[in-house]
Each structure stands twice: as structure tokens, then as C-alpha cells.
């Protein structure tokens, strides 16, 4: 029965979908972006499809399967593999898939619906290159979110300087901007604003996105963003810094991080205020802290949590 349901609910989305924008010129015409930011994932995923149908595709996913053989126009082919996609086709399937993944990122990552994040093709269009000069931005746009609270709307930018870019796809930038602005009746008000640097001994440093929080942590109507960056050394993450800082109630509190593969080189220190935020936005800090160990980004000393408990300022090995 769920299939079923399931399977009306795809179609249901599909044509409403469709009645907007359809893939039925995607091989001779590029996808017009403007039109894909009211659709949603699955939408998306009808239409990125919606090629590989009209190319005769042979769907292992029975949804698809069964969506497409009811237009005349479906013709499966024999083999899969026979299929011959031209460069707008191929160029129109990244687009897609990169608003798809963009959508789900930002799904995977919304713990509220007061915040999202920006595509590319919506940042360029905000944030032209006159709209740069003026606030200030002059680093590559990485990632900007949107969020809404009580006190009004928010772009959180997060801004990185490359230096080099080699041939296996990682970057190295020298240093790092974040600027958060308050829009309010088309005037930008900087509510607070991230600025560092790699160091001389570090190949690196940049945002961890993964591990950023925009959320209203103790219900009172207002966002508090946690913003998170670190390094790498010559050692990668085992000799990087991490920096985590929370903005609440107009104060910056942070933590400071120093890894290191010798016990003497892991500390560190803790802004005094942070012991004094609800518990619950403590809890959320220590839970990434927790995450980043686990997933090999962090280093922190043996017996940090019972020493974050005694709401110690400093702490070392």
C-alpha cells in the first residue's frame, strides 16, 4: 500500500513539476537555472530522469520504470550502455545534479526550516560583483546561508583565498572571511564579521561546513550560529588548529583547539562565557567536538569532557 502511495505522490509532484519546466528540449537547449528554485528534490530527480528516459534509459528503480512507460514518447533501448548523450545533455544532467545535491546538503543539514543554503547560481545573483565591493567581500564566495529569526532576515557568507589548486581537486587558501549581515529595507548591517590566516608552519585553512550550526538552540526566537574553521599541517588534521565560535546575544564566545601528535602539543582553551550559555548550546559544542575526533579531524587531550565538566579555561594533556 505505501508503494503505491508512494508512487501517486511521485507522479502527483512530477506533473505539477513538469507543468513549470520539463526536459522535453533538454537535448538541444541548456535548463534556464532561474527556473529550478522552486522545485524541489524530487522534482529535480524527475527531471534529471526525465533525460535518460527520453534517451530510451532502462530504470532498475521500478518508480521511475513505472512513471515513464506511460508516456509514448519512452522508448527503452536493448542495452543501457548504447546510449550516446550529446554535451548539452551532459551539461544539463550536472546542472541538475548539482541542485540536487545542493537541496539535499542543505536538507540533510536544516535541523529547523528557518535556514537554508544559498545555490551558486542564487549567490551570483545576489552577491554581483558591485554587491561585493560594497560590503566589503573580497575572497571567493565558498557557502552563504540564509536564515530568518525574529529579529530578521541573515546571510551568513563564508569567504576563503586560494592559493593553489592542484590537479587532484584539493585547495589550499591562505586565509579565511566570514561576514553575517542583517537585511533590512535593502540596507546590509554587519552583525559580526571572521577573519584568519594559516599560519607558516599550516598548508591550509577553511571552513568545516559539516560541522556549522544555525539553530534557535533555547526557543527564545533568535538563531545562534556556531561558525567552525580549522587548519592542516604537514601532518594534515593531526597538527591543524580548530577554532569554534558561537555568537549569542551579541557576544563572540569560542573555543581554540590545537592538535597534535605529541601529547604536549594538544590544548585547548575555553572562553569563560561559554559556561554560562544554556546547557543545551554547551551540549551541542561538546557534540561536534566528539564528532570531529571520531571522524579523525581533532586530537583533543585525554579526559578533555571531565575537565570541560569542571568548566576548566584551559586544558592540556
Same mark, same amino acid.
Given at each position: 500500500?505505501?508503494?503505491?502511495?508512494?508512487?501517486?505522490?511521485?507522479?502527483?509532484?512530477?506533473?505539477?513539476?513538469?507543468?513549470?519546466?520539463?526536459?522535453?528540449?533538454?537535448?538541444?537547449?541548456?535548463?534556464?537555472?532561474?527556473?529550478?528554485?522552486?522545485?524541489?528534490?524530487?522534482?529535480?530527480?524527475?527531471?534529471?530522469?526525465? @533525460?535518460?528516459?527520453?534517451?530510451?534509459?532502462?530504470?532498475?528503480?521500478?518508480?521511475?520504470?513505472?512513471?515513464?512507460?506511460?508516456?509514448?514518447?519512452?522508448?527503452?533501448?536493448?542495452?543501457?550502455?548504447?546510449?550516446?548523450?550529446?554535451?548539452?545533455?551532459?551539461?544539463?544532467?550536472?546542472?541538475?545534479?548539482?541542485?540536487?545535491?545542493?537541496?539535499?546538503?542543505?536538507?540533510?543539514?536544516?535541523?529547523?526550516?528557518?535556514?537554508?543554503?544559498?545555490?551558486? $547560481?542564487?549567490? &551570483?545573483?545576489?552577491?554581483?560583483? &558591485?554587491?561585493?565591493? $560594497?560590503?566589503?567581500?573580497?575572497?571567493?564566495?565558498?557557502?552563504?546561508?540564509?536564515?530568518?529569526?525574529?529579529?530578521? $532576515?541573515?546571510?551568513?557568507?563564508?569567504?576563503?583565498?586560494?592559493?593553489?589548486?592542484?590537479?587532484?581537486?584539493?585547495?589550499?587558501?591562505?586565509?579565511?572571511?566570514?561576514?553575517?549581515?542583517?537585511?533590512?529595507?535593502?540596507?546590509?548591517?554587519?552583525?559580526?564579521? @571572521?577573519?584568519?590566516?594559516?599560519?607558516?608552519?599550516?598548508?591550509?585553512?577553511?571552513?568545516?561546513?559539516?560541522?556549522?550550526?544555525?539553530?534557535?538552540?533555547?526557543?527564545?526566537?533568535?538563531? $545562534?550560529?556556531?561558525?567552525?574553521?580549522?587548519?592542516?599541517?604537514?601532518?594534515?588534521?593531526?597538527?591543524?588548529?580548530?577554532?569554534?565560535?558561537?555568537?549569542?546575544?551579541?557576544?563572540?564566545?569560542?573555543?581554540?583547539?590545537?592538535?597534535?601528535?605529541?601529547?604536549?602539543?594538544?590544548?585547548?582553551?575555553?572562553?569563560?562565557?561559554?559556561?554560562?550559555?544554556?546547557?543545551?548550546?554547551?551540549?551541542?559544542?561538546?557534540?561536534?567536538?566528539?564528532?570531529?575526533? &571520531?571522524?579523525?579531524?581533532?586530537?583533543?587531550?585525554?579526559?578533555?569532557?571531565?575537565?570541560?565538566?569542571?568548566?576548566?579555561?584551559?586544558?592540556?594533556?
Amino acid at each position: 500500500m505505501k508503494f503505491y502511495l508512494y508512487i501517486i505522490l511521485l507522479i502527483t509532484v512530477s506533473v505539477n513539476a513538469q507543468d513549470k519546466i520539463n526536459c522535453s528540449k533538454c537535448s538541444s537547449v541548456l535548463i534556464d537555472e532561474s527556473k529550478l528554485e522552486n522545485e524541489d528534490v524530487n522534482s529535480l530527480k524527475l527531471l534529471k530522469n526525465e @533525460i535518460y528516459a527520453r534517451k530510451g534509459y532502462i530504470f532498475s528503480n521500478a518508480e521511475y520504470a513505472d512513471f515513464f512507460k506511460k508516456y509514448s514518447w519512452y522508448k527503452p533501448v536493448n542495452d543501457n550502455s548504447s546510449i550516446v548523450y550529446s554535451d548539452i545533455e551532459m551539461k544539463n544532467i550536472a546542472i541538475l545534479t548539482q541542485r540536487i545535491s545542493e537541496m539535499s546538503e542543505s536538507q540533510a543539514n536544516e535541523n529547523n526550516s528557518k535556514y537554508r543554503i544559498i545555490s551558486k $547560481e542564487k549567490t &551570483e545573483q545576489i552577491f554581483t560583483k &558591485e554587491k561585493k565591493k $560594497e560590503l566589503g567581500i573580497n575572497f571567493d564566495i565558498w557557502k552563504v546561508y540564509s536564515y530568518k529569526d525574529k529579529t530578521g $532576515e541573515y546571510y551568513l557568507v563564508l569567504t576563503e583565498n586560494k592559493y593553489k589548486e592542484p590537479a587532484d581537486g584539493n585547495i589550499f587558501n591562505n586565509s579565511i572571511k566570514a561576514f553575517n549581515f542583517r537585511v533590512e529595507n535593502n540596507s546590509w548591517i554587519k552583525t559580526f564579521e @571572521i577573519n584568519d590566516s594559516k599560519e607558516s608552519r599550516e598548508d591550509s585553512i577553511w571552513f568545516w561546513t559539516r560541522y556549522i550550526y544555525l539553530e534557535d538552540f533555547d526557543n527564545d526566537g533568535i538563531i $545562534e550560529p556556531i561558525v567552525i574553521y580549522g587548519t592542516s599541517g604537514y601532518n594534515g588534521y593531526d597538527d591543524g588548529r580548530i577554532k569554534i565560535l558561537l555568537y549569542y546575544k551579541g557576544k563572540k564566545i569560542g573555543i581554540r583547539i590545537q592538535n597534535g601528535i605529541l601529547d604536549n602539543e594538544r590544548n585547548f582553551s575555553v572562553d569563560a562565557d561559554f559556561y554560562t550559555v544554556p546547557k543545551k548550546i554547551q551540549d551541542k559544542i561538546i557534540d561536534q567536538m566528539n564528532s570531529m575526533v &571520531e571522524n579523525q579531524h581533532s586530537i583533543l587531550p585525554y579526559g578533555w569532557q571531565k575537565k570541560v565538566q569542571k568548566k576548566m579555561t584551559f586544558i592540556q594533556e
